[in-house]
């Protein structure tokens, strides 16, 4: 028999560390077995490395076209993962109420973002992953040091993020899906991801080197390809994006 005011299990919530790791492996799963997502994050930044690097379709300049791509494919991966796919996601959650009930759990909103956040997290290690080992088997040969290249991404991260819980928590979940959708499209094009920036107009060129996929493409080609150092100019313009995009979305964000 059990003793007056003993339980077991023991009734409350479980650690704090223990609830994030646990919605992060759930967002991870779900993540995962969504084929609209799994499009976005996985099939269409491959397909696009494979076929560019193997038929001449854009001018990449001197070299092997497989060096210029991989460090757009990988830029284009993070934008996929922490801004459109999680847009997307997050923009319906909050519809269908989800996000609503989960704010009234145990796990605090900020215990949320940052679940949501080690599952891009998550996801975009197993797209580098990836890319690189397609890259590598396409012939790509990359210089530079791993700490430029970390730095980049994991700025990258919180840039896209900020934009992408921005666009979902302000934005209706259907408006959301089709901007991300186009945003993702007219980056994909003018972000310097598969088109050199230097086949654009000059006065085009200064305004797309500020936006956060050029920073991060062209700074990982500074360094992937080139083998410069710390690109500190780009890393200076995604840090602009994320300070300012995770403070618009934690001032903006509606949670129903």
Sequence with gaps: ???????????????????????????????LRNGEQLLLTVIIPTLLLVLFSTVD??????????????????????????????????????????????????????????????????????????????????????????FAVLSLLVLGTAAFSGLGLLMAGTLKAEATLAAANL????LLVGGGVVVPLDKFPDAAQDVLGLLPISALSEGLRDVLQHGAGVPWAGLGILAVWAVAGLAAAGKFFRWE
């Design 1 to 31: 028999m059990t003793a007056t005011g003993a339980y077991s299990p023991k009734p409350g919530a479980a650690p704090l560390a223990r609830m994030i790791a646990a919605q992060a492996a759930l967002e991870t799963r779900m993540l």
């Design 57 to 146: 379709v854009v001018d990449t300049g001197e070299g092997e076209a497989v060096d210029f791509l991989a460090p757009g494919i990988l830029a284009l991966a993070v934008m996929s993962t922490a801004f459109t796919g999680q847009a997307i996601a997050t923009g319906f959650e909050r519809r269908y109420g989800v996000l609503k009930r989960l704010a009234s759990s145990p796990l605090p909103r900020w215990g949320l973002m940052t679940a949501k956040t080690l599952s891009v997290l998550v996801t975009e290690v197993l797209q580098v992953i990836l890319v690189t080992v397609i890259a590598l088997a396409l012939g790509w040969s990359p210089q530079g040091g791993p």
């Design 183 to 186: 945003v993702f499209l007219l």
